[in-house]
């Protein structure tokens, strides 16, 4: 989901584990939410490791300035 | 009105006085029963005879009897406590009454002498007095303990030598002072010593142990015991207090706490460094046996790094320590802003969190958090706790990391989900090797120093790390507070640009035959023409033939060390130039300066990191990094 509007820091960065119901396999997403608690971004993907939820995150924002 | 007559048989019969006068001289007049039976004359043996018949001889010499009278003579009355005489010479203690006796006119007629026998009293006294005496004398000759007494609001009335001994005050110096006075500021804050005198009044008795603080403000470990002294009928007279000094004691328990702390750490190195070997050398093992496969080579190089990296981070711990331990531990000075370190901890804790597959929050304020300090060990230390917070919470919990700023300071927390401290144990956890439950119930590994060098490098930055739980199962929380900073943070500057690397003829010599073995192919891997030596005269037979342009140095070596073998390298120098470096594990800043002294030009620390390698390698000068 990309941002409606100019993000509104500082934002919340969120970042959670999902396991496959079938599979168990663990993937990562990320969201980022205003300080209201509303969401204002979320990662399309899932990922594999926790270290590239991270870095996609980076990409949209995450503790840059 | 009575009869005379019965007064007389009153007088005369009265058992338990010497009831008799005397005339103006002194001379028994008349004598009853109770004077018989108390001086032990009949009547008809003492009328007429002197009354200073009854008394000792040292009363005699000084005149005694004569006093008596002329005082009664004068003021009508004497009364006196003293030795008297039985006729058998026997002596008892009397209490005498003489009276003198005048007519209408005042005219003296003589003397009425009334005499008790108080020996009995007096027996009682004496041996109280004695007791008291040889009381006082046992507790002021007690030494190793402080006996003393406190009025019923706490304030010192009696004080041995014992006392003075252990806290130091003289009798006169504290004496009428509150005892409030051998307590630390801590003790005093929370009410303590009030605290001390209402249990011992609610139950008689109230016993401690603590810190108590002597004349000189040094501070002891004392058990005391603390007595509520009541009178006959129950009022509270005050307090008798004994000390007890057990600061050798608790030394001792200090120092076999140390040892056994000591000893489970080694226990628990001992493991921790087992970890990691076992998948090297498995790994080592399967490249060996499938050597033409390579995804399965990629996947056991994978983890060797890994698992080598592991190592180092134990090596790195354990140099901590040390620098914990003699105080040493330094840091940088220089503008950080938290963001950045929230971000590198973040990534660094990220394989530990996603192991624990818990789900985690960042909120970082986005106004200035910049504090004065080292980015690299403030990154250590949230990583730390990071690491702590997904080794200590169960499968699928959730942490929590924020920073923001509060009075001019910034404040960073990281708050779990986890099994949470125990309050027993919360003050301690900050103690080096303490880990919280014992080394089988042990979570993650580690070495149990994260949170005492997580702590020290708080106090570094001029700011404090606590601990918050809510109790076991209920989750933790770390705040670290530390003083904003103004100056502005410094960029770092883009990476150089990369340049290919240069073919030298490099020279390794380490008597560890596989570590000089992998650093060889490695270099030749790199393009560079390599010689290898394991001990200090090869080394320098090969230099002077190879003419090498950089010799990477072990230190410890049988025969010649690194250190000589550097200084002859040197000598041997006929105008050429070569690099020496040190590889070495001897890290600290002695080893550093004693390398540059006997001709390094730089030292670096085993494990190298490759990249660290082979940067050195580029380097066409001969700059020095000590």
């Known amino acids: 989901m990309a941002p409606k509007e100019p993000i509104q820091l500082p934002l919340r960065w969120e970042f959670t584990p999902q396991q496959h119901p079938r599979t168990g396999i663990v993937s990562w997403k990320w969201t980022a939410y205003s300080h209201s608690g ?23 924002g995450y503790q840059t300035k | 009105m009575i009869d005379p007559r019965l007064y007389q048989r009153m007088i005369e019969q009265a058992r338990d006085y010497a009831l008799f006068m005397l005339d103006p001289e002194g001379r028994i007049m008349s004598w009853n029963l109770g004077a018989e039976r ?13 009354f200073s018949v009854f008394y000792t001889r040292e009363a005699l010499e000084s005149g005694w009897p004569a006093h008596q009278l002329e005082v009664a003579t004068v003021e009508g009355h004497f009364e006196d406590e003293g030795w008297r005489v039985r006729k058998d010479g026997s002596r008892f203690w009397a209490n005498v009454v003489i009276t003198a006796l005048r007519d209408d006119d005042g005219k003296l007629l003589g003397f009425s002498k009334i005499t008790r026998d108080l020996t009995e009293r007096r027996l009682h006294e004496d041996a109280l007095r004695q007791s008291e005496q040889r009381f006082r004398l046992l507790i002021d000759a007690v030494q190793d303990y ?3 007494m406190l009025d019923p609001e706490g304030v010192v009335v009696s004080w041995n030598s014992g006392a003075e001994r252990m806290k130091g005050y003289r009798r006169d110096e ?3 002072k509150h005892f409030s006075h051998f307590f ?6 929370a009410g303590k010593p009030w605290e001390e005198l209402a249990a011992a009044r609610r139950t008689g008795r109230a016993e401690m142990e603590g810190w108590r603080v002597k004349k000189n403000g040094e501070r002891f470990w004392a058990r005391v015991v603390l007595t509520a002294v009541h009178d006959d009928q129950g009022r509270l007279r005050g307090y008798a207090k004994v000390t007890q000094d057990l600061s050798e004691r608790r030394h001792t328990q200090d120092l076999q706490k140390a040892a056994k702390n000591v000893q489970e750490f080694i226990a628990m190195l001992a493991h921790e460094l087992r970890n990691p070997l076992a998948p090297i050398k498995m790994a080592v093992e399967v490249m060996a046996k499938a050597s033409s496969d390579p995804a399965t080579c990629e996947a056991m190089r994978q983890t060797i790094d890994r698992q080598s990296a592991q190592l180092a981070r134990i090596v790195d711990d354990m140099i901590d320590i040390a620098r914990i331990t003699r105080g040493n531990l330094v840091i940088e000075h220089a503008p950080v802003e938290l963001g950045e370190v929230v971000r590198r901890a973040v990534e660094t804790a990220a394989p530990a969190i996603a192991a624990g597959r818990h789900a985690l929050e960042v909120e970082v304020a986005t106004e200035g958090l910049v504090v004065h300090g080292d980015r690299d060990r403030l990154t250590q230390l949230l990583a730390n706790l990071l690491n702590n917070a997904a080794r200590y919470t169960p499968p699928g919990g959730r942490i929590w990391v924020r920073a923001r700023s509060e009075d001019g300071h910034a404040l960073l927390s990281v708050r779990d989900t986890g099994r949470g401290i125990e309050p027993q144990i919360i003050d301690r956890i900050f103690d080096m090797f303490v880990q919280g439950r014992s080394a089988l119930e042990r979570v993650g590994g580690g070495l149990g120093i994260g949170l005492a060098l997580a702590r020290r490098i708080a106090e570094l930055h001029g700011g404090t790390l606590e601990a918050k739980s809510e109790g076991a199962n209920r989750g933790s929380e770390f705040v670290l507070r530390v003083p904003l900073s103004q100056a502005p943070v410094r960029r770092e500057a883009p990476p150089a640009e990369q340049r290919a690397a240069l073919p ?15 650093l060889d192919v490695l270099l030749r891997s790199l393009g560079h023409e ?18 090498p342009q950089v010799i990477l140095l072990d230190i410890g070596m049988p025969g010649l060390d690194g250190y000589e073998v550097a200084r002859r390298l040197r000598a041997m120098n006929h105008g050429r130039t070569f690099r020496i470096v040190a590889i070495t594990g001897w890290g600290q800043e002695a080893d550093r300066l004693r390398s540059k002294e006997a001709g390094f030009d730089l ?15 580029e380097q066409r000068n001969g700059a020095t990094l000590h």
């Open chain 2, 184 to 189: 630390t500021e801590d003790d005093l804050a």
């Open chain 2, 504 to 518: 030298r003829r490099i020279l390794v010599v380490d008597d560890n035959v596989d570590a000089a073995t992998t």
């Open chain 2, 38 to 50: 108390l001086k032990g004359y009949a009547a008809d043996e003492i009328v007429g005879r002197h």
């Open chain 2, 603 to 617: 030292h670096l620390v085993k494990p190298v990191d490759p990249g660290v390698l082979v940067s050195v390698l």
């Open chain 1, 38 to 60: 509303k969401v204002e971004m979320q990662s399309k993907d899932a990922f594999d490791t926790l270290t590239e939820c991270l870095n996609d995150a980076k990409q949209h």
């Open chain 2, 530 to 547: 390599t010689r290898v030596a394991h001990e200090g005269m090869t080394a320098l037979e090969i230099a002077r033939e190879f003419r």
């Open chain 2, 174 to 176: 504290i004496v009428g």
């Open chain 2, 146 to 148: 402080a006996i003393f």
